[in-house]
C-alpha cells in the first residue's frame, strides 16, 4: 500500500541542498537581462520619454518604450479572457492606469547595469485625478453582473429576505474590512525567453504551463505549437502566477529585439501591482436569528476592489450561500474601480476573506443570543446544500467539530469576555468553520513502464510546492503494486501531456485522476500481454497507456461537493500593550480520501500560517493620494516568520467519497486558511472584549 503514507517529499533533497532549478536559475547561453521600468504616476498619459542617458548607461542593448515597442495584434489584448487572460501592459499607447505599471524594458548584459539603467529613464506625464481611496470610492460602487469564474451567479436570493429579517428576534447589522494582501511567495515572479528563428521558449515561473502557452500565443499572433513553456519548480505562488502577466510578455518582446535570450526577474517592489493581490473587501452582514438559535435569515452584501482596466471579483458570498441552514438569504458581488493593478487569486479566493466576515458575523451573533459559539453552529447545520438543494457527496464536518474542540479543550473555555487570564496575559479561545469546494478540471496522463522496469508518468502539471512530485508516484504504486522509489513524475512542460492550472485545490483531483486512470490502462495492457507482476517484467520491452480524466459532471448534477474542517484558536493578548499572540491553533479537516497525511498536513500547516498573517500582520497600503504602493518590500510587509507561529495540531477525518472523483479526494490546498481569520477574531474579542472587525487586527486597534 503507497497511498495513506506519510511519505517524504520526493523534491525534498533537491530543494534542501539547491540542486532543484528554478526558471531564474536555467543555464542558457548567450543570456541578456530585462528591468522593467514603471510609471510614477497613479493615473494619466506618457507625454514624453528621454531614454538618452539610458542608453548610454554601461551595458545596455535595448530600451523598450510606448515609442519604439513593437506593435502586437490587436494590441496585445487578444488573450483577454479572464481569468485564464489578462489586459496587459505592453508598451502598446502612452496611458498609465496604475502607479507602478510597466512602461519600458531595459535590456542590459547584467541585472545590475539594467536595473542601474532603468532608473536612468525619464518619463513626463499628463496627470489625471487618482481614484485610489477605497472608502471614499464606494459611493460608486456597482453590481457584478458577469457570471463569478463563469458559473457562480453574482447575486442570489431563496425565501423572503427583508420579512424574515423583520419577524427575527434578534437581528445584527454589522460591516468588515479586508486590505489589499499581496502574495509574496519567496521566489519573484521571472521568464527567460528564448527565439530559435520563429519559435519561442520562456522558461517561466508559473502555476499553468498551457496557460501561459495559450494566453503568449494569442497576444503575440503566432501559433500555440510554435510556444514552448517549461517550468520544472515554482517558488511559492499562492495564485499570483495563475496567469502569464505583462513581464512574461515582454521578455518575449525583448529577446526579440536583441535577438538574444532574455531574463527578466521582478524586484520584490515589482511584484505590488503588476502580479495581482487579493483586492480590498467591505462585507456588511444582517443576520436575524430567533431565541431558540434558529437562523432565520442573512443578507451578505461583499464588495470588492478591482482596477481601471478590467473587473476582477474576490467572491466573497460562496461560502455564506451553503454553510449554514438558512432559510432566506440574499447574496450579491459588487465592485468598486481603483488605479491599482489588477487584483487576482489569492489562495482560497474569495472563501478567505468570505469566512472571515461570516465566521465573525456568527459569533456575534451567538453573543446576542447567549449561546456557545460552537453550539450555535451545531444549531443551524445544514445536512443538505441548502443553496443547490442537493445532498453532500460526503460531509464530516460534525465529526470535524467533535474532535477539534475535544482536542483543543473548548469546554474548558469561560463564555464572558476578559475572564480568562495566565501570567498576566488576557486569554481567548475562539472558533470558525472552514469550507472550500471540490474542484476539478480535464487532465491527461502517461504512464510508462521503462526498460529498467522503472514507471515513468508525463503530466504536464506543477509542482508549487504542494508535493505533487510525491503524491503522484503514490496514486500509481497503488494501482500498479511496484514501491513507489521505482516511479518518476516528469511534469511541468508544455511537451507533456495537458493538465490545468495547479490552483483551487485541484492538482490532486484532476492531475491525480488522469494519473490513476493511465496507470490503470497501463496495468490492463500488461495483463493483455499475459504481464501481472512488473517487477519480474522482462527489461527490454517498453509499454506505454495515456488516459485522461474529467470532471464528474453527472454525479456534480446530483451532488453538491465540499471539504469541510473546524479551527480552533488561543492567543495571549497582552492588556497593557495590545500586543496578539496566537498560542495554540487545533483543527480538524474533512477533505476526501487523504493521499499523504505528511504532505496534506504541510498543506493545512501553510494554509493556518497564511490565515495568521491575514489576521494579524498582511496589509498592502496604498497611498489615496498618487496610488503608490507605500510597503512594498518585506521589510515593512509584515509576514509570520517563525516566533509568530505556535504549534498546529491538525487531524484528518478521512472520508470514502465515491462521487467525487477515482480516487475519492477534495484537496487540501485551500481549505486551511479559510475560517483562520476569524477564529482568531473571535478569540481576541474573547481575550479583550473589543470586536476588530477590520483586519488586519494591529495594537491600535484594540486599545481604541
Request: hydrophobic share 40%; glycine share 8%.
Amino acid at each position: 500500500m503507497s497511498i495513506g503514507e506519510p511519505l517524504n517529499r520526493a523534491d525534498g533533497v533537491l530543494k534542501v541542498t539547491g540542486a532543484a532549478v528554478f526558471s531564474a536559475e536555467v543555464q542558457v547561453d548567450d543570456v541578456a537581462y530585462g528591468m522593467i521600468v514603471q510609471s510614477t504616476i497613479g493615473a494619466g498619459r506618457i507625454t514624453r520619454i528621454d531614454t538618452t542617458e539610458a542608453e548610454r548607461a554601461d551595458g545596455v542593448i535595448a530600451v523598450l518604450t510606448p515609442d519604439n515597442a513593437e506593435q502586437l495584434p490587436k494590441k496585445g489584448k487578444a488573450a483577454f479572457n479572464p481569468p485564464a487572460g489578462r489586459i496587459l501592459s505592453l508598451l502598446q499607447d502612452h496611458n498609465v492606469h496604475y502607479n507602478g505599471e510597466p512602461i519600458g524594458v531595459v535590456v542590459a548584459e547584467t541585472f545590475e547595469q539594467a536595473r542601474h539603467a532603468a532608473a536612468l529613464a525619464r518619463y513626463e506625464y499628463e496627470r489625471h485625478e487618482v481614484e485610489a481611496d477605497f472608502e471614499r470610492a464606494l459611493a460608486k460602487s456597482y453590481p457584478y453582473a458577469d457570471k463569478i469564474l463563469g458559473r457562480d451567479p453574482p447575486q442570489t436570493s431563496r425565501g423572503q429576505i427583508a420579512r424574515a429579517l423583520r419577524d427575527a428576534d434578534e437581528c445584527i447589522d454589522v460591516v468588515y474590512r479586508t486590505p489589499i494582501e499581496t502574495h509574496n511567495p519567496i521566489e519573484p515572479h521571472a521568464t527567460i525567453a528564448r527565439w530559435d528563428g520563429d519559435e519561442l521558449t520562456l522558461y517561466d515561473s508559473t502555476q499553468f504551463v498551457y496557460g501561459v502557452r495559450r494566453v503568449v500565443a494569442k497576444t503575440l499572433g503566432m501559433p500555440e505549437e510554435k510556444i514552448h513553456v517549461v517550468s520544472q519548480f515554482t517558488g511559492g505562488a499562492f495564485g499570483s502566477k495563475g496567469a502569464a502577466w505583462s513581464h512574461v510578455v515582454l521578455a518575449a518582446m525583448a529577446a526579440r529585439r536583441v535577438k538574444r535570450p532574455v531574463k527578466i526577474v521582478l524586484t520584490r517592489r515589482q511584484m505590488f501591482g503588476p502580479v495581482g493581490a487579493r483586492p480590498f473587501t467591505t462585507q456588511h452582514f444582517e443576520i436575524g436569528a430567533m431565541r431558540d438559535g434558529t437562523l432565520c435569515a442573512m443578507r451578505h452584501t461583499a464588495t470588492s476592489s478591482t482596477s481601471k482596466i478590467e473587473e476582477w471579483v474576490e467572491a466573497s458570498t460562496l461560502a455564506t450561500r451553503i454553510l449554514y441552514r438558512v432559510p432566506n438569504q440574499h447574496t450579491s458581488q459588487h465592485l468598486v474601480r481603483l488605479n491599482t493593478g489588477t487584483p487576482t487569486f489569492n489562495r482560497a479566493p474569495g472563501e478567505a476573506s468570505g469566512t472571515f466576515a461570516l465566521e465573525s458575523a456568527m459569533d456575534e451573533m451567538a453573543e446576542r443570543l447567549g449561546m456557545d459559539p460552537l453550539e450555535f453552529r451545531l444549531a443551524n447545520y445544514a445536512e443538505e446544500d441548502p443553496e443547490e438543494q442537493k445532498p453532500w457527496s460526503s460531509k464530516s464536518l460534525r465529526e470535524c467539530y467533535r474532535i477539534a474542540a475535544e482536542r483543543f479543550g473548548w469546554a474548558q473555555r469561560k463564555a464572558k469576555p476578559r475572564s480568562m487570564r495566565e501570567d498576566g496575559m488576557l486569554i481567548g479561545m475562539g472558533m470558525a468553520t472552514c469550507t472550500y469546494p471540490v474542484k476539478q478540471m480535464p487532465a491527461s496522463a502517461i504512464a510508462r513502464l521503462l526498460q529498467d522496469g522503472t514507471v515513468e508518468l508525463r503530466a504536464a502539471t506543477h509542482e508549487i510546492g504542494t508535493g505533487t512530485r510525491t503524491i503522484m508516484p503514490q496514486i500509481a504504486s497503488e494501482v500498479l503494486g511496484i514501491p513507489v522509489e521505482r516511479i518518476r513524475l516528469v511534469l511541468g512542460d508544455t511537451t507533456l501531456p495537458e493538465n490545468p492550472i495547479s490552483a483551487g485545490s485541484m492538482t490532486a483531483t484532476s492531475t491525480g485522476s488522469a494519473v490513476h486512470n493511465a496507470c490503470v490502462a497501463l496495468r490492463d495492457a500488461l495483463d493483455d500481454l499475459g504481464v501481472t507482476d512488473l517487477a519480474q517484467h522482462r527489461p527490454n520491452v517498453i509499454v506505454e497507456a495515456r488516459a485522461d480524466a474529467k470532471p464528474p459532471n453527472d454525479a456534480k448534477e446530483k451532488y453538491s461537493m465540499h471539504a469541510f474542517g473546524a479551527v480552533f484558536v488561543e492567543v495571549r493578548v497582552d492588556p497593557d500593550l495590545g500586543v496578539v499572540r496566537v498560542s495554540r491553533v487545533t483543527g480538524a479537516y474533512s477533505g476526501g480520501h487523504v493521499l499523504n497525511p505528511k504532505t496534506a498536513r504541510s498543506q493545512i500547516i501553510g494554509g493556518v500560517v497564511y490565515g495568521i498573517g491575514m489576521a494579524l500582520e498582511e496589509e498592502t497600503i496604498v497611498d489615496a493620494r498618487n496610488g503608490r504602493y507605500v510597503n512594498a518590500e518585506l521589510d515593512e510587509y509584515h509576514l509570520p516568520v517563525n516566533a509568530d507561529v505556535p504549534k498546529i495540531d491538525v487531524t484528518f477525518v478521512d472520508e470514502h467519497d465515491e462521487h467525487v472523483n477515482p480516487i475519492g479526494v477534495k484537496g487540501l490546498g485551500e481549505i486551511g486558511i479559510t475560517g483562520v481569520a476569524a477564529a482568531i477574531a473571535n478569540a481576541v474579542y474573547h481575550a479583550t472584549g473589543m470586536r476588530v472587525r477590520d483586519l488586519p487586527i494591529t495594537l491600535d486597534k484594540i486599545l481604541r
